[in-house]
């Protein structure tokens, strides 16, 4: 079955920097678009950066843009985000998400374009 797993979260200092994780099994995705989103408390689920399928295109939010990199080993399936200079307001529930097998119409940086989401990972950045 196709599983997306994230890691590396935990609880930083404002101003630290933390490196997630998103490990995929069940196919290989090397040909399909990824992304990071997240959503914080009592908040909309909210786009942070994707990457394409050739890891030469990428994408992010204007909150974490100089902030935030995503990147993507295909030999080890695996899509990082590094986080830098992190901010209180960037606590929240990261989760990976991969493009499907069927292109879909919407934009890279919406939810919709999405088939395959992770569980999760919690960035907490304390003040």
């Known amino acids: 079955q196709v599983q997306l797993v994230e890691s590396g979260g935990g609880l930083v200092q404002a101003g630290g920097s933390l490196r997630l994780s998103c490990a995929a099994s069940?196919?290989?995705?090397?040909?399909?678009?990824m992304g990071w989103f997240r959503q914080a408390p009592g908040k909309e689920r909210e786009f942070v950066a994707a990457?394409?399928?050739?890891?030469?295109?990428?994408y992010y939010a204007d909150s974490v843009k100089g902030r935030f990199t995503i990147s993507r080993d295909n030999a080890k399936n695996t899509v990082y985000l590094q986080m830098n200079s992190l901010k209180p307001e960037d606590t929240a529930v990261y989760v990976c998400?991969?493009?499907?097998?069927?292109?879909?119409?919407?934009?890279?940086?919406?939810?919709?374009?999405?088939?395959?989401w992770g569980q999760g990972t919690q960035v907490t950045v304390s003040s």
């Open positions: 998400a991969s493009e499907g097998t069927v292109h879909a119409a919407e934009v890279v940086t919406t939810a919709g374009f999405y088939y395959y």
């Open positions: 069940g196919r290989t995705f090397s040909n399909y678009a």
């Open positions: 990457i394409d399928w050739s890891g030469y295109s990428t």
